[in-house]
């Protein structure tokens, strides 16, 4: 079966300071991949999707960036966080036949 | 159009009680409408999902209900228990070959009362 695995679960960050976060899927071949940000009473917004190795799509304009280096590895990144950039950050994927989308348990970014 | 609107923000219901939850939406063009509940701490679970095509989907206590001349549907929860108590989201796409653009609600809180 397949399965989604996000790290860290929570994560404190001075302002100024990089982001790594990561994110891999296993049991499964070529699939979508997607990065989502969960703020309170704004629900799920979608910051960037991938349908394949190096294949990066942003939805909005921020201080974020993605990277697809594997087939099964999704990264989201900033040089240099921002307070505003506090959230939970969830990865999520679908198959390449376009099953339902399946979340991770996220995490918890804290910028001080 | 891209927007998904979601009511109430928060709910509390007795146990055994109805809980409903409702969404509208603007875009014609969308033809998938997926509800995730969420636990605290935890990422979102497709819970159950419609297409336009059908005007109901049942599945356990869980149905949507789908109104689409009026762009709404809904989610009810019968026979309500204190393992519901978690926050809903609706959503909604347009179903495409390559990948999946959900559009969300912002959520609604169901707390259970015993």
């Known amino acids: 079966s397949q399965t989604i695995h996000q790290w860290p679960a929570t994560l404190v960050q001075p302002v100024g300071s990089p982001l790594s976060l990561e994110c891999t899927v296993e049991g499964t071949s070529n699939p979508n991949l997607y990065w989502y940000r969960q703020a309170a009473g704004r629900g799920l917004q979608l910051l960037f999707y991938s349908v394949g190795i190096g294949q990066i799509s942003s939805e909005v304009p921020q201080n974020l960036s993605a990277s697809r280096p594997q087939d099964r590895q999704f990264i989201l990144s900033s040089k240099k966080l921002l307070l505003s950039d506090s959230g939970f950050y969830l990865c999520a994927w679908t198959s390449a036949d376009n099953s339902p989308l399946h979340f991770g348990n996220g995490t918890r970014l804290t910028v001080t | 159009q891209q927007q998904v609107k979601q009511s109430p923000q928060s709910l509390i219901v007795q146990k055994g009680g109805i809980s409903i939850i409702n969404c509208a939406y603007e875009?014609?063009?969308?033809?998938?409408f997926p509800w995730y509940q969420q636990f605290p701490g935890k990422g979102p679970a497709l819970l159950i999902a419609i297409r336009p095509d059908v005007s109901e989907k049942k599945e356990g206590r869980f149905t949507i209900s789908f109104n689409k001349s009026a762009k709404q549907f809904s989610l009810h929860i019968m026979d309500s228990q204190p393992g519901d108590s978690a926050t809903y989201f609706c959503a909604a796409s347009i179903e495409n070959t390559g990948f999946q653009k959900l559009v969300f609600g912002t959520g609604t809180r169901l707390s259970g009362q015993s």
């Open positions: 875009n014609t063009a969308f033809d998938y």
